[in-house]
């Protein structure tokens, strides 16, 4: 198994195909890269910038490139022994026009060959259950109400080669063979009369309509298809060489779209609609009467029932054939919690694949662990993303900005009720249709017996949604082989409070509690044991759709006490965490997940990692800061809008947040100042509505988001009498500067630590992007192909005047992409140690230990030594470099034993001399971290200025 040294995720997309990145290959193995890590490739609905909304798993897009082009990229990376970490989706597709099995299955209904497909509601195997067959399937992808839409002509009725479309702009679904009849008919008379009902045309018309009223009703789907070709073909035929039936058909088309004014005009188009397989509707409608299965709330984004074996082997051929002949030397399954049984989907995988590098997309709470049974290498590091932050948050200011931020905004309410509230709001507002599903299944379980007999709907509902919401991870992984023990306290705990907060479901949540449990009665019959763990198994679906949208997509934009904790995976309510948890964290991941990922951006991230390093710093600073926040506020209260004497917007709350962002993002250069503004205000708009509490997505209150707007606008527009930049921009750079040391560390400690690094695109600078979109912008690579280029040309000669040099210009980011470069280097030369050796934690000693990171890596004979530094606010002036040891004075750390007295640093290529003990002074005499190793066979590639006498 290829494991990766290092991968480098990258967007692709129309703007950045396969051409793009062959471009960049070069670039990325000078870094030090060992594997790109794909963002998805597969056809994606047209103009997708992400590629998560896939029409076709077993196509390349397009809009990347031709197969050509793609393996002309694979080659590329193979000439510099770079391997292919690919993102794939099983969970969802696009429900698209595009998506030809969606197509086939809203004209064909349950007779379609691609029924399977997908999660709708006519596939419950409960007979008698919730669902049937004749019920059309949702398609709530309109802009207004149905009947608005219809009168308005917006949806029209066309025909072409393919036969008779239902259109809605870029929209265009299937008419059902059936109502070909309805639509031929209609005008059939005037055409008699016209053509005479013994001419061979119309002879011929009157055969085709013969065959759609008289479809065989035992016809297996594959038949059914060929009638369908037949059926269109001769159509088609008579339409393009005949004008008669040319102009009867168009002046039909025109008659069905009817006439804007005439309401009854488009009875006939109305009529047709309501024999089709699927329903259009208003999007809004999606919310409350859904019956498929969606990605988390997108009604663009219908799940793929990947369970059905023959469904995983189809939508996979592609996958596993590129990953069995080398192409893909890695995967990373995407919401792996979406899926029915995630268990059984790796395993699945794994059978195909065979040894290939496996990970997945999985978001792990505090002390939360992996499935044991899973056959994977890890995840894509949320979990080491948050441990990694916290520890650069001073837990000991905890009360102080609890105090900050209820001083300036009069919040209270705790983060845990806040994430209930959020969740029930979710439930009520976004998951009401999927809650409704669930509750039907669980009513016809209870129903067949005598202690269920009682409960209603409205009540099991209430206990499913208080279930749902007090679940404290994202969920648990019960099947047919049974309940895990990991799981069994997470669901009696979630009982115990939702019984708490509901006494009088108390009856209701024992059964609930059972059923989750596995904890069937002998009585029970096998199919009845099937239908409550089918429950069991559906209920787990939508825990994590629930945490993804109450809690990533709401509670993070609400709780906005320190917005550098509001990430994936991150709980807001912990205030950081302490040096021990980091190591023991780290110890963990060695023993059992030593080739897992270690992240510190992706694509789903609420911050850059550069903005979350700034933000730690007002951690430090609690006095400093609340005394800028005060002054803030005051200055910018002529902006904001008056809605009466006492109630002013944007409120205080969406305040403190701008006021977070600011400091964390702010450009360092002028010219960027403008283009960062309208950012800025984008991530506003998009950070309120998520929030949910005066504006959202659903109902747009465009007079909130105007005055935020409008606030935010003014806030930010240079002029002589902005009191408040000129306040503000002295105190930010100063954040700023202390903020570059904190990224610097935590870059180190992620290639360090156990696990791999994984670099978003163009994190190798510093990264001050917002939510997406806002890091889906396009990357510079010109500019960091010259940036690393300059610094690969200096290192032979002249390393430390280069580091001053890049210590005194660190604004512009090489001092990270030098950083970045020097570790990877030593990674590689030293990778046994990195990939199989021990997890050592050293404790720092003298004045300023707890301002000090430090580890040591150990296999057989070699170790290397990782430190790091923090809290640089109390330990050096602003301007000030945190280097030597008139800074670090008698902080030193003890090392392991053997410990040799001469030791390489791999950053700078210098000796460190040191005898059972380093002071930190001379560790960190030169760059702000230091990476420490004894291991001299390959000096020459870490300083090649240097021989080895002389060393």
Known sequence: MRIPIATYRIQFNAQFPFQSAKEVTSYLAELGISDVYAAPIFKARVGSTHGYDIVDPNQLNPELGTQEDFFDLIQELKQHQMGWLQDIVPNHAAYDSQNKYLMDVLENGVNSIYTNYFDIAWNYPISNGFGNPHEPILTPLLGKFYGEALENQEIQLRYDQTGLSVNYYNLKLPVNLESYATFLSQNLRELAKTLGRKHPIFVRLLGILYMVKHIPQDATPTERQDQIDFVKGLLWELYTDYSEIKTFIDDNVRLFNGEIGKAESFNLLDSLLSEQFFRLSFWKVGAEEINYRRFFTVNELISLKVEDETVFKNTHNLICKLAKSGEFTGLRVDHIDGLYDPSQYLQRLREKIGDVYLCVEKILQTGEELPENWQIQGTTGYEFLNYLNGIFCLTDNQDAFTQIYYHNTGWRTPYEQVVTEKKHLMIERNLAGDIDNLTY??????????????????????????????????RTYINQDGITAADIPYIQEVIQQAKSHLPLLHHELSFIEKLLLLEHDDSLTPEEQDQRLYFVMRLQQYTGPLMAKGVEDTALYVYNRFISLNEVGGNPDRFGVNIDEFHDFNQQRQACWQYTMNTTSTHDTKRGEDIRARLNVLSEIPQAWETQVRKFYELNREYKTSLTKKVFMPDNNDEYLFYQMLVGAFPFFENEYENFCDRLLDYLLKAIREAKVYTAW??????????VIDFATKVLTPSADNQFLQEFIPFQKRIADYGIFNSLSQTLLKITSPGFPDFYQGTELWDFSMVDPDNRRPVDFAIRKSYLQEIKAQIPTDIL????????????????????????????????????????????KGKFKDHIIAFARIYQDQTIITIASRFFTSLIQPEQYPLGTEVWQ?????????TPSTLLDG??????????ILLIGEALKYFPVALLGYDLKDTNQILPEMSLSEI
Do not use: C, W
Not at 698 to 707: H, K, M
Not at 908 to 916: E, L, M, R
């Open 907 to 916: 950053m700078t290529g210098q000796i460190v001399k040191a005898d059972k």
């Open 698 to 707: 659903l109902r747009r209150n465009s007079t909130y988001e105007n005055a």
């Open 801 to 844: 005047k280069l580091i001053d040099e890049l210590l005194a210009n660190k604004a512009d980011g090489r001092i990270k992409m030098f950083l970045i470069l020097q570790a990877l280097k030593f990674r590689v030369n030293n990778l046994q140690v990195f990939q199989q050796g021990s997890y050592l934690p050293l404790a720092a």
């Open 890 to 898: 008698d902080t030193y750390i003890e090392l392991p034993p053997a």
């Open 441 to 474: 299944i669980l009513k016809k379980i209870a129903g067949k017996h005598r202690y269920g007999n009682d409960f209603t709907i409205n009540g099991l509902k209430r206990a499913i949604a208080e279930i749902l919401s007090r679940f404290p991870i994202y």
